[in-house]
């Protein structure tokens, strides 16, 4: 029996630009995550909620979402967490009960003085490896970040915001 479907056009999966960027996301994230877990026991969802609390102080769940590209559902799952482990407080919003504010407690900083020094090593080893591309790289990524880039509302810094279609 003859295959009468018509033949997909030519594409190049392994030199597909948003494919490379996804798999080498992950695959860097995991190598950091690996490091912290270890040492810390904590997830990469709530890495990246504590992080982000670290970078901009008590903020909005919704402010975390949209800045860590994050589900909304995965930064309670993992605020809920750090909360039972009491790395975070949470708070209801003065100006709208609806949103929840989260914070570092004191416990929560003193975890991230161990981290962020683990963090940044990482950072550097991942510099080392890239060398000189890493100039380029970087202003690849900052031009298109760029392109999803709008004002913060709250927190300070910039927020990411899907591209429209």
Same mark, same amino acid.
Request: no cysteine; proline share 4%.
């Given at each position: 029996m003859a295959d009468d479907r018509p033949h997909l056009p030519a594409f190049d999966l392994a030199g597909f630009t948003p494919y490379r960027l996804a798999v080498a996301a992950k695959r860097t994230s995991e190598e950091l995550a690996r490091q912290y877990r270890a040492r810390f026991g =904590? !997830? =990469?969802?709530?890495? +990246?909620v504590? &992080? %982000?609390?670290? %970078?901009a102080?008590? &903020? !909005? &769940?919704r402010d975390i979402e949209a800045r860590v590209a994050m589900e909304k559902y995965e930064v309670s799952r993992?605020? /809920?967490?750090?909360?039972?482990?009491?790395? =975070?407080? /949470?708070r209801a919003h003065e100006g709208d009960r609806r949103l929840v504010r989260l914070a570092l407690t004191a416990e929560g900083e003193a975890l991230m003085r161990d981290l962020l020094p @683990?963090?940044? $090593?990482?950072? #550097?080893? =991942?510099? +080392?490896?890239?060398? $000189?591309?890493?100039? *380029? @790289? #970087?202003? *690849?990524?900052? +031009?298109l970040l760029a392109d999803w880039e709008i004002p913060a509302? #709250?927190?300070?810094g910039r927020v990411w915001h899907e591209p429209e279609v």
């Amino acid at each position: 029996m003859a295959d009468d479907r018509p033949h997909l056009p030519a594409f190049d999966l392994a030199g597909f630009t948003p494919y490379r960027l996804a798999v080498a996301a992950k695959r860097t994230s995991e190598e950091l995550a690996r490091q912290y877990r270890a040492r810390f026991g =904590i !997830s =990469i969802p709530e890495w +990246r909620v504590l &992080v %982000h609390l670290a %970078h901009a102080g008590d &903020v !909005s &769940v919704r402010d975390i979402e949209a800045r860590v590209a994050m589900e909304k559902y995965e930064v309670s799952r993992a605020a /809920k967490r750090l909360a039972g482990a009491g790395l =975070i407080v /949470k708070r209801a919003h003065e100006g709208d009960r609806r949103l929840v504010r989260l914070a570092l407690t004191a416990e929560g900083e003193a975890l991230m003085r161990d981290l962020l020094p @683990l963090a940044q $090593a990482y950072q #550097e080893e =991942i510099d +080392r490896r890239l060398g $000189a591309a890493l100039t *380029g @790289l #970087e202003a *690849g990524l900052d +031009r298109l970040l760029a392109d999803w880039e709008i004002p913060a509302t #709250e927190g300070g810094g910039r927020v990411w915001h899907e591209p429209e279609v």
